[in-house]
Structure formats: C-alpha cells, structure tokens
C-alpha cells in the first residue's frame, strides 16, 4: 500500500516520502480500514521534528526508534475487514478516529474500540477534520470549564483547528462567545456562532474590560499574568499543548497553567483531548446541525509534505486535509 513515512526528523519537505510499504493485517479483535482521509494536526509536527526534545527519550534520541513512522493521526473510511472477536463494525461501515499515527496511509488496523461510525452527514474528508482538534475542544469547553448557559468564554485562535470547534461547542452550551482572530477570518468565525470577534490585528484581548468565565487559549501569545487579568475570580484558563512552530509557546502555557493552579483562585488547566471518547457524541451534535468542521485547504497523498508544512505556518482556517483515496 501507499503511505506516507519518515525515518528522521526533520522538515516535511526534507523527510516525508511516499512509499509502498506493507499492508497491516488484522488481529482477532481489530478492524482494517480504507482511508479516505486524513487530517492534520500540531500534534503530529511534534513527532515528525522530535520536539520538544525531551519527547526524544520515549521516541527516539537521534531517530524515531520504529521508523518508518506513518504521519498522521486522525482518519476516516470504510471497514475493509474485521477480526474474528469484532461485533461492532463490519465491512462497509464509514468510520472516523484518531489513531495516533498511521492515518496518511492507504490502510490501517486499529482496535475496535477505536473508530465510531461516522457522522452521516459529512463527507470522508470532513469526518477525517474532527476527532482530535473537536474533542480537544469538547474536553476544554465542557469537562475542565464546565461551562453554563449564560457565562462568558472567549477562544484565542478562533479561526484554527480547536479554535474552530471550541466557538460552536460552547455555543451548544448556551455561552456568550467571543472569538478572537484576524481580520480575514472575521465573517468565518463570526458564521461559527461566536457572537463577539476581537481582531487581534487591532485589538489585545487582555488589554480589555470585560471578563470572561473561560478562555481557551489555542495560541499561547500573552502572558499568563495579562490572562489572568481578564478571567473572572473563579474563571478557567485553559491551554491546548499540543502543538508546533508557533504553537510551542502553547505547550509551554499548559505547563505555565499547571503549575500556577494550586496557587490562584482560578481555574488553571492544560486541555488534551480523550482519543475517541466522544466521538459518538460529536456524531450526534454533527448530524444535529449544531457543528459543522471548517477545512481550510484539501491535498493528495503526494502533496503531504506541502501539507504538513501548511500546518506548520500555523494560521490555517480550520483544519489541512489529506485525501487518501477516492470513494467508491
């Protein structure tokens, strides 16, 4: 099968190759899909440069230690062949998940508690923009923050991945959102629900009068202190750490924010997602019409690297998808 795999780390353009490389074969209690899309996340920019560096003691000091390594983590597709024990899914089903890694392939074989059927509305390569970036979000807005009809929440990096999901979940769950953006991404993110947008262009959030119960911090460009500022006393900070190129100084807030909580009366969290926890959940609110993936940019297998290299800029609209093969 056709894949796209790394030996090293590196830029995408340096290291990504399209290889034929051998088809998975499926346990007892595993399912093999089809891929028909993948996407993209920071995520998997840490893994293919090897940062930050101290990831290299569980991956690899100078080399990923099972290379080839297959880029990608979220997926969607069709059920190609199940395992003797598997009840849940078989041939034919359209599925989505967030695999770990794997998913810029032609096959993969995951567990069967991974995938969840796929929301019946989308597209493959809308179903594949979900998983993680949208239950990164889910885990800010609604588990760490717990947010209420009625409360404040303002998202910084309104228009990105999570940033995107974040406006909609939180308006499913009756808050006051203010996304924060630039300019050309004003009328996307104000279509999301968000029923304020501060252009960070011309306007800083934390320089402000208002005051939010949640900020979901997507970004990672101001001080803790001037976040802090513009929370409510018992507000939540939340920071999404998985991120790359610009988005390091998101990983660094999560260790900011832990490390601050136990002092302050706010809520200070980092914000990782659940693998395929509520991507049935997800299902429902997407079929429903309350959710909706953005997907800024499409590519084929072979432009992968321009792909990853389009995330690594960090100012996509939503979410840089890869489609993998062709539907039937």
Not at 65 to 78: E, F, I, K, N
Not at 111 to 138: C, G, I, R
Not at 187 to 199: C, K, N, P, T
Request: proline share 6%.
């Amino acid at each position: 099968m056709k894949a796209i795999v790394y030996e090293e780390y590196g830029a995408p353009e340096d290291v990504l190759e399209l290889r034929d490389i051998d088809n998975p074969e499926v346990a007892d209690d595993e399912v093999m899909i089809r891929i028909r899309a993948a996407s993209l996340n920071p995520y998997d920019w840490h893994f293919l440069r090897g940062l930050p560096y101290v990831m290299r003691l569980m991956i690899g000091l100078r080399k990923p230690r099972r290379a080839p390594v297959v880029l990608g983590s979220d997926m969607a597709g069709q059920v190609e062949a199940v395992g003797r024990s598997v009840t849940r899914f078989r041939p034919g089903d359209e599925v989505y998940a967030e695999v770990g890694i794997g998913s810029c392939a032609e096959y993969i074989t995951v567990p069967e508690a991974k995938p969840a059927l796929k929301p019946a509305n989308l597209t493959f390569e809308q179903a594949a923009a979900v998983p993680m970036a949208a239950q990164t979000a889910l885990v800010g807005v609604r588990d760490q923050a717990n947010v209420q009809p009625g409360q404040k929440v303002l998202v910084n990096g309104a228009s990105g991945g999570v940033g995107s999901f974040a406006v909609q979940l939180a308006k499913t769950l009756g808050a006051e959102v203010t996304g924060v953006c630039n300019t050309r991404n004003i009328e996307m993110v104000r279509s999301l629900g968000a029923d304020h947008i501060i252009d960070y262009t011309h306007e800083n959030f934390t320089e402000g009068n208002e005051r939010y119960d949640f900020i979901l911090d997507t970004v990672g460009n101001h001080p803790m202190s001037h976040n802090r500022r513009v929370l409510t006393s018992k507000g939540t900070y939340g920071a999404p750490g998985a991120g790359g190129g610009r988005w390091l100084g998101a990983a660094t807030q999560q260790l900011k924010a832990a490390a601050l909580s136990p002092f302050v009366s706010q809520k200070m969290v980092p914000v990782n997602d659940k693998p395929n926890k509520d991507l049935h959940y997800m299902k429902e609110l997407i079929e429903a019409g309350e959710v909706t993936p953005v997907i800024d940019t499409t590519y084929p297998l072979s432009k992968a690297a321009d792909a990853m290299r389009h995330v690594e800029e960090g100012h996509t609209r939503g979410k840089v998808v890869i489609t993998v093969a062709e539907a039937d």
